[in-house]
Nanobody, 114 residues
Framework: QVRLVESGGGLVQPGGSLRLSCRAS????????MRWHRQAPGKEREFVAS???????YYTDSVKGRFTISRDVAKNTAYLQMNSLKPEDTAVYYC????????WGQGTQVTVSS
């Protein structure tokens, strides 16, 4: 019933851009904080960005000025616009939702390489 379906990952060269999407269903999307995390091989999952139900955003320092999180309530979808990508951004990116419950998406691979 509850689903977070991610899309938009892929291979991009350094300096390029990607937009990740996370389409939600089965819960009250508008009431949840939406977040993006990422996990590189051999490393722990780390927080990337969040957006509250009121639209307040927060980013980890390493992506500030390059990434933008947003949400479209009408489409039950959260986005992560990723600009000026660097090789160190390479990771599996996970969408998650926190509110009455905690939900995670399946992850989408982002690879930044020349």
């Amino acid at each position: 019933q509850v689903r977070l379906v991610e899309s938009g990952g892929g291979l991009v060269q350094p300096g390029g851009s990607l937009r990740l999407s996370c389409r939600a269903s089965g819960f009250a999307f508008s009431s949840y904080v939406m977040r993006w995390h990422r996990q590189a091989p051999g490393k722990e999952r780390e927080f990337v960005a969040s957006i509250s139900s009121g639209g307040s955003t927060y980013y980890t320092d390493s992506v500030k000025g390059r990434f933008t999180i947003s949400r479209d309530v009408a489409k039950n979808t959260a986005y992560l616009q990723m600009n000026s990508l660097k090789p160190e951004d390479t990771a599996v990116y996970y969408c998650n939702a926190i509110g009455n419950n905690l939900y995670w998406g399946q992850g989408t691979q982002v690879t930044v390489s020349s």
